[in-house]
């Protein structure tokens, strides 16, 4: 192929922007369709300018909205190409109805989501709530906490995507800002390491296979609709998280570096645990550690995979704990956050005795303080003192005014 | 094919037009080809027409304007002769009739019930007023 190779250093200073847009370079996408949006815009001019500098051989195509940009990644994947694109927030609104068409039409695209608030009111900064607002669509969805993990994930997605008995699109979740937008050491690989991690896209009835004429996206009504969700559903069940794992297990043997489904930190003798994502895992972390110095048995437990959700593995990490703080960067508008009800779903069946309560924090790009979360910790521990949830099960964290509490 | 599983077919709310590989289609006539039960070439749409176009071979100038224009691929035409209407798959619209240059015309709408024989026995006699009018012959 006629591009050039690029000298890495072992370790790069790099932000979750630009790591995500190496990882694309390095996997040689062949058609990124994309429209701007902050925070993720770097993302997709990184690779164009690959492109334009001869580092990769494919195509940018740009188009007139976030939706016409899935859409072309949804033609050109169908047509048989390696596809990848990025976008965030409202750009991800506008995206929602073709997400579910490339999952629908078993089409391996990888979106970098690069996470921000919803609007109104209008807001650039990081929370999850376009995360959330993805997680029906049939994708499979990684979530990185750091500039590191949003190169290491995006490998990882177009492994396990293309599989043949996967075929599923992939998100790779970062936070806003906090991650794409803050530079850190990133580890590299080579791009022949790199490459060769993903290997040669294998087209799977390509369009562009003429002798084997195809219509994608075909209607089905009653009579077929079902079976096809449900097969949908079925492959997310059961045939994804083994390739998630055999994907983590060969990464950590390319790279040393080590995923998991639900990433456990501090939890072999945790009496209480917080369960996050994004950038707040790492906060959460470094504080468990001082709890532990004053005597509190905290743990945190990052999701990793967020869909599948990993029913199984969170029940298992948290089968020993006595108090759990659900923590959910967005907005339930009028219900218990999704983590809340996720842990809730996975624990009601067990023989667990764990208290659960939910918090709703950080939205519009609100930090999540150290002191935060020292104070949810004692709160999490004062549950377990007194043998029951001490507090309303609802709190938000960190909103200015009067306490808010429900249920 | 209504009554399969969600585990019997292909995923991807994909259909393959033809059963195997293909090879040189543009030039294989459509009763020829392998068309896979998914195609719309193996369903029948005729019940969705109220009138049809019937054909009147003794006039046809085999001009093809009918065949080039018919957007169902519903005309029958072979070394470029016409044959006929494709029954299964036309649906009434009259596109055929309407670009039919002759004199009178090779083609003509009836209700569907009507009999072709009749039509054909009945059919109308050359319109000499336009002809002359126009000063064409």
Known sequence: MAFDK???RDIEVWDGNFAAAQALRQCQIDVVAAYPITPSTPIVEGYAKFLADGYVEGEFVMVESEHAAMSGCIGAAAAGGRVATATSSQGFALMVETLYQASGMRLPIVLNVVNRALAAPLNVNGDHSDMYLGRDSGWIQLDAYNPQEAYDLNFIAFKVAEDHDVRLPCMVHQDGFMTSHTAQG??????????????????MNDMLDLDHPVTHGVQTEEDWHF?????????????????????????????????NMVEKYEMEDADVAVVCMGTSVETAREVALEMRKEGIKAGVVGIRVYRPFPFMEIADALKNVKAIGALDRSSPNGAAGMLFNELAGALFNTDTKALLSGYVYGLGGRDLTKAHLRDLYKELQSNVDAGKVTTQLQQFIGVRGPKLAFL | MANKGWDEFEIGAMLRSFEGPIKDIATTHQEDRAYSGNNSFTASVADWRIEKPVFNKDYCIDCQFCWIYC???SIISRDKKMIGVDMDHCKGCGICVEVCPTNPKSLLMYSEQTDEEQALAAWPAKDTSKADSKGEE
């Open chain 1, 227 to 259: 079976e096809h969700k449900a097969r949908q559903h079925r492959d997310l069940m059961l045939n994804v998280t083994p390739k998630i794992q055999a994907a983590f297990d060969a990464f950590e043997k390319l790279s040393g570096r080590k995923y």
């Open chain 2, 71 to 73: 957007p169902d691929i």
């Open chain 1, 6 to 8: 690029m000298e890495l």
């Open chain 1, 186 to 203: 990133v580890k590299t690989l080579t791009d022949d390491q790199g490459y060769g991690f993903v290997g040669e896209f294998q087209p």
